[in-house]
């Protein structure tokens, strides 16, 4: 592994792992939830928000920057963390994901994908290499190797192609990742992981992480959940993973938001998790509590005084009222999906801190029952009755 990428476990509480992730542009302490800035911003807040906010590591996404502006121009402009403002750790994906989901296919095979870029119709092909020198261009500091994402329904022998298919271009992804000196444009080492795929099959999950083990990778994901398996299908995939992805490198769980899938997954040892969902909600009047979820387009919340929840810390909390910020939704202003935006980042940091306190104090298991009844719709609680 190279050594300025190092993945350190430093408490345990049955399969959850407090530890510490090592990277050029800083340490974070996992386990650790990274907001998503799909085109070089994290939506709404400006990057000294989003760390006052709690975050340290964010994604970046290859697809839609490779697009638009496109990866040379980023490095000319001095790299993603220059061009996005950000001087932490950021981790940017192959851009896979979005290639079968958005894009309109023209071939697939084991030389890559050819798409039509959904920007301007032109004709994009994508390679292994070639989705590692894009992200070389971007000087994450980590990259993730092109994988295919069947669909969560997808037939077995659909599932059985993609993890072959995938494991083929790990393969190639780390062959360019080690010519190009495992280092970014920018010039700083730049970690490569690899995603396990397999959909819910577990004999394909474990031919994809032994393969990938064999690769020595500095770190491993966990791809091909959340996207339409269902939440007790996904804990049965997690159920294996400790015991199929190496134990001293991260795991990373990707795009996975929900908090009850953030606790079963760090229950069974994942370390890493990105999502949508703290932004997206919140341009959606949505607002993550500890005793529930918010809608605050209900009519219920227009002469409400409270804050969005009364232990948060943040700024929308601290100044706001429910019914304050509902006027903004109301209204179209601007101020409303950014005061939610504010909340939900930094309810999803301390969400985060709460679980490496606990695994600290080794009481994962009662905390987490306390969490998710709180959060339940059938708790009781006001803020989630009137949900």
């Known amino acids: 592994m190279d050594p300025a ?22 340490e974070v302490d996992t386990p650790a939830f990274m907001p998503v800035g799909t085109a070089g911003t994290v939506k709404g807040v400006t990057p000294d928000q989003l760390a006052a906010c709690g975050a340290r ?17 980023v490095a000319e402009l001095g790299g993603l963390h220059k061009f996005m403002g950000w001087s932490g750790p950021i981790l940017t994906d192959s851009g896979g994901f979005q290639v079968f989901s958005l894009a309109h296919l023209r ?112 770190g491993y994901a966990v ?52 999502c949508v969902m703290p932004t997206r909600n919140a341009r959606n009047a949505q607002a993550f509590t500890w005793t529930g979820r918010l809608r605050l387009r209900n009519a219920c919340h227009a002469s409400d005084r409270r804050p969005l929840d009364e232990t948060c810390p943040c700024y929308a909390c601290r100044t706001f009222s429910r019914g304050a910020i509902r006027h903004f939704f109301q209204a179209d202003e601007m101020l409303g999906p950014i005061l939610l935006t504010l909340h939900n980042l930094r309810f999803f940091a301390d969400f985060m801190a709460a679980i490496r306190q606990a695994i600290g104090e080794g009481n994962l298991a009662e905390r987490s029952a306390q969490w998710l009844e709180a959060m339940s719709p059938s708790s009781g609680k006001e803020s989630q009755a009137t949900d």
């Open 5 to 26: 990428i190092r993945y350190e476990a430093t408490r345990t509480d049955g399969k959850a792992r407090q530890g510490r992730l090592t990277t050029p542009h800083g």
């Open 57 to 73: 590591m964010i994604l970046g996404n290859t697809y839609h920057l490779m697009l638009r502006p496109g990866a040379e121009v």
């Open 107 to 218: 071939r697939i095979d084991d030389a890559g994908v050819v798409f039509q870029s959904h920007v301007d119709g032109s004709e994009v092909e994508l390679t292994p290499r070639r989705a590692v020198e894009i992200q070389r261009f971007l000087s994450a500091d980590v990259m993730m190797q092109l994988d295919e994402c069947p669909p969560g329904q997808a037939p077995r022998e659909q599932v059985a192609a993609a993890v072959e298919r995938s494991l083929t271009w790990a393969r190639d992804c780390r062959d360019a990742w080690v010519e190009l000196d495992r280092r970014s444009a920018a010039g700083h080492a730049q970690a490569l992981f690899g995603i396990q795929q397999g959909g819910t099959h577990l004999d394909l999950r474990e031919r994809s992480a032994r393969e990938l083990a064999a690769l020595d990778l500095p």
């Open 223 to 274: 791809g091909g959940l959340s996207v339409g398996e269902g939440h007790e299908a996904m804990i049965r995939v997690l159920d294996e993973i400790d015991n199929l992805l190496p134990a001293d490198r991260p795991r990373y769980l990707m795009g996975v938001g929900e908090p009850r899938d953030i606790l079963a997954a760090v229950m069974r040892g994942i370390d890493m998790f990105d």
